[in-house]
């Protein structure tokens, strides 16, 4: 039974949808402080949020068993994503369920700047009739400048392209046919704030863009542009921004968001040319049913498949890729471990290789399971696929992949090789009748292995009277031994033994191994 928290107010049709799953166990506790949220969170394996719950680091810390963070909507400031990602715990939002709305909010502050709308509301209310002041302009053949190009920035420029408005976006991580499939020129952001009649804001918040529009951006705009932020507040330098408009260098600016919300004391509101919205975004119904029941079914996908489908820390690999790459993924934990107890100095660099049935899955999934396996009781930290890479970056370890359809004496091999100091290791693991893991090949020793239990692994001279040597050390101390593989090379000059034991031994036992005469080295394995 999955255990499932949900800490702010989601639509009813979201929470319907998790109490109609077998196996998902949910508790609605809303308005927790950061002390009553670590008195509990403990208990659960989600948490599903939208903005008002604040995962802090004493949160995340007391988070012992969460798996996963879903949050209803977009943003996600309100989480620790770096310290989440390093405990393991995977962070997905909805980017899609409430797109439409917030492009729509930004093309109607467009019209309202346009229009001068809020005043013209004021105005007649205050009993004026003041149209000779409130001369407003068409947007109609205007530019339209997009800064973010994502889902919501696309939505914002087809309606301005229906506005037959001129439109040009600026996103680095958009490839050029996008922009040429929407009809949108893709230009420099220099280009897009100083063609700009109107720049909407549409990018997340992160180092990169904060600040993004500060006063040399701003001094590049023309006086008449005006500025709308539906995204993120940080975004803007608040202050360049309330410097441009009270100087009239910029006509008008429209805010959803900022950088304190809410805005209390911002010099912005003693401005009469700029909009306020109390972060309206995704304040219509259907949105608010949108990003409840999608996050409430990514939920459930991900506890009961595995698919993290929007993960913010997981590269997005789908459940029927998963299932494929499971069987390899298992094989590739079980040769990482074996890796790195047969390292004698720290691994620096990993590849992973793939070759026939094996090429045709995913090879991350598989790469990221070897780096599990390798970095498994290295850490503090539980290790899994989510904070892996992170772990292995932190470690000095770099990682390689390869993929190859040509078949090496199996039908499905991966090749794990770990890079150190003062040697390499290469693990060769296969899949017997697709299912059975076996350890094939330990550098040029073929061997086949069940990777389980406690192994012994020994060099030696291949010599008579060594194995039975070693089967006497563990036999006088009453270890059973379950299997043995023995392994020569060409020149019969080296032998490998792999030794499956019924219990793991002692150092005492591990020294006697070693005393014995021509044994080069002796490691012990558990799995």
């Known amino acids: 039974m999955k255990k499932i928290l949900i800490s702010d107010k989601l639509a009813e049709a979201g929470i319907n949808y998790l109490n109609e799953q077998t196996g998902i166990q949910i508790h609605i506790e809303t308005g927790l402080d950061e002390d009553g949220l670590c008195a509990i969170i403990g208990d659960y394996d989600g948490l599903l949020i939208r903005s008002d719950t604040q995962v802090t680091p004493k949160v995340l810390h007391a988070a012992t068993r969460l798996k996963l963070i879903g949050r209803a909507g977009i943003g996600v400031d309100n989480v620790d994503i770096p310290l989440a990602t390093e405990l393991g715990i995977i962070i997905m939002n909805t980017p899609d369920a409430n797109a439409t709305t917030t492009a729509e909010l930004a093309i109607a502050h467009l019209m309202s700047l346009s229009r001068h709308l ?39 420029s087809q309606r301005g392209l229906g506005l037959r408005m001129n439109v040009i976006a600026y996103d680095p991580f958009v ?33 990169k863009t904060r600040n993004v529009i ?32 009270k100087e009239g260098r ?29 972060h309206l975004g995704a304040s219509t119904a259907e949105a608010q049913v949108a990003v409840s029941v999608e996050i409430a079914r990514q939920a459930v996908t991900f506890f009961k498949t595995g ?9 997005r690999v789908s459940a029927e890729e998963l299932k494929k790459s499971y069987e390899f993924m298992n094989l590739a934990t079980m040769l990482g471990k074996i890796l790195a107890g047969l390292a004698t100095q720290p691994i620096t660099k990993m590849e992973m290789a793939t070759f026939g049935k094996a090429a045709e899955v995913a090879v ?22 989510v904070n892996a890479e992170n772990f292995a970056k932190r470690q000095g370890i770099a990682l390689v992949e390869s993929v190859s359809e040509k078949s090496e004496d199996y039908v499905s091999l991966i090749k794990v090789t770990g890079h150190c100091a003062d040697q390499s290791i290469t693990l060769s693991g296969a899949l017997l009748g697709g299912r059975q893991p076996r350890l094939v090949c330990i550098n040029h020793f073929d061997i086949e292995v069940v990777p389980e239990g406690t192994l012994i692994v020994t060099r030696h001279d291949d010599k008579p009277g060594v194995i039975s ?17 023995v392994s020569t090379v060409d020149d019969k000059i080296q032998a490998m033994a792999v030794i499956s034991v019924s219990a793991p031994i002692t150092e005492a036992l591990l020294e006697q191994i070693r005393q014995v005469p021509v044994v080069k080295h002796v490691t012990q394995i558990t799995l």
């Open 307 to 315: 698919e993290a489908v929007n993960a913010l820390n997981l590269p």
């Open 250 to 278: 910029l006509a008008g600016a429209a805010l959803d968001v900022y950088e304190n919300e809410p805005p209390a004391g911002s010099p912005l509101l003693e401005l009469d040319n700029i909009v306020f919205t109390p």
């Open 175 to 207: 490839a050029p046919e996008i922009f040429a499939d929407y009809g949108v020129e893709s230009v420099s952001l220099d280009e897009l704030v100083s063609r700009a009649d109107y720049l909407t804001l549409h990018c997340p918040l992160i180092e």
């Open 364 to 385: 991350r999934p598989i790469s990221v399971s070897a780096l599990v396996g390798v970095l498994s009781g290295q850490v503090a930290t539980p290790v899994n696929r």
């Open 214 to 245: 500060g006063a040399p951006q701003l001094a590049m705009m023309k006086k008449t542009a005006m500025i709308i932020n539906c995204a993120r507040g940080g975004l803007i330098d608040e202050t360049a921004l309330h410097d441009a408009l």
């Open 469 to 485: 040597a070693i089967s006497s050390v563990l036999g006088n101390a009453g270890i059973n031994i379950t299997r043995m593989q």
């Open 118 to 156: 809020p005043k013209a509301d004021r105005s007649v209310r205050a009993g004026k009739w003041e149209r000779s002041k409130l001369m407003g302009s068409e947007v109609s053949h205007k530019t339209l400048a997009i800064l973010g190009f994502g889902t919501i920035g696309r939505i914002a």
